[in-house]
């Protein structure tokens, strides 16, 4: 294994440049250092002016997306030695607009967010005196995998759809809408399904599957995508043949 | 930072990367969802291709004749063979995928994902033996 490496990392300065331009740093890489832990040190140790965003350093935030050799990946969960002997190509996260160096702005992902409303939505609330809502493990079984989602938005990276047609609600905001939908507490998919049925829903996903192979946490956002169309298309056919009972 | 100060939803100095035109060619898995997105033009040739065939039956021998010469022709096998490989590929990636769309329970356990694959794969197969046996099978 090489002890250094080398990161090409993609710097957008907005007050001097009009494109990305590509700086190389050769740093150490010891076998336990991640991507981010080689942006740390340039930020430290080499060039302070370099911007980017990280919180947690353990998967969990979801702040420090980006693409590692074109690929999407948590870069605290990437290890450079994986890499070795480089070099590593470190970009901002694709579909997304620049604001500096490897920062994306998240603003359209988070209003697309908060459209499916993922939160329990309940048509009227117990009252206290009857305790909490309680839950079976199976009925935790049914959404536990989509509510692993971090909003890290790798997804919307990975899907072309997305980068073509920025309109499409996208990956994560309908699996968590997915994630809400099989909670036992929740009344609101009727709500959600208004929403994700239009056109830029879930029927601008073409299934083309990289969303889920990106997901850091495996929440399967195409499963959620096409199960969503299969309930979606299921609902219609019941409104054709039972209206009333559709109402 | 003055009072007035405000966002806006235009910003000049953010960068916004054009999507190539051959954004398909710069992954296997894009250029593999394409092909499959093209293979429902397979889909629709045989579509027609079947109601040239009914035509030509409802018309007479003679029609029937004149279309199984034409059928022979480089330019008909060329599209007949074209598209059989464009349809099986649409077949295995859609069989492959399912799993992804069916949630199959059983009690309260999950079915796995190669069962449910699996199962479309024998329903296929079934289907194809069925046709075999009706189209050479002597009665």
Known sequence: MSERITLQVARYRP???????????????????????????????????????????MGICGSCGMLVNGEPKLTCATF???????????????????????????????????????????????????????????????????????????????????????????????????????????????????????????????????????????????????????????????????????? | MTPNTAYTPYHPRWHRTRVSTYWWLARGSYFLFILRELSSLAVAWFVVYLLMLISAVSTGNDAYQQFLHWSGTPFALFMNIGSFVFVVLHAVTWFNLAPQAMVVKVGSKRVPGFLIAGSNYAGWVLVSIAIVAILFIQW
């Open chain 1, 80 to 247: 450079l030695a994986d890499y070795a002997p480089g070099p590593v190509r470190v970009e901002p996260l694709r579909n997304f607009p620049v604001i500096r160096d490897l920062v994306v702005e998240i603003g359209d992902f988070m209003g697309k967010l908060a459209r499916v409303k993922p939160w329990i939505v309940r048509d009227s609330e117990k009252p206290l005196s009857e305790g909490e809502y309680r839950q079976t493990p199976e009925e935790l079984d049914n959404y536990k995998q989509f509510s692993m989602c971090i909003n890290c938005m790798l997804c919307y990276s990975a899907c072309p759809i997305y980068g073509l047609d920025p309109h499409f609600i996208g990956p994560a905001a309908i699996a968590l809408a997915q994630r809400y939908n099989l909670d036992s507490r929740d009344q609101g998919a009727a709500e959600r399904m208004q929403i994700l049925s239009e056109h830029d829903g879930i029927w601008g996903c073409t299934f083309v599957g990289e969303c889920t192979k990106v997901c850091p946490k495996h929440v399967d956002p195409a499963g959620a995508i096409q199960r969503y169309k299969l309930q979606a298309a299921m609902e219609w056919v019941k409104a054709f043949v039972l209206p009333r009972a559709a109402q």
């Open chain 1, 15 to 57: 007050e001097k440049e009009s494109e990305i331009q590509f700086e190389s740093y050769e740093l150490p890489c010891p076998k336990e250092w991640v991507v981010l832990d080689g942006l740390n040190h340039i930020k430290d140790r080499i060039d302070g002016t370099l911007s980017y965003r990280w919180s947690c350093r």
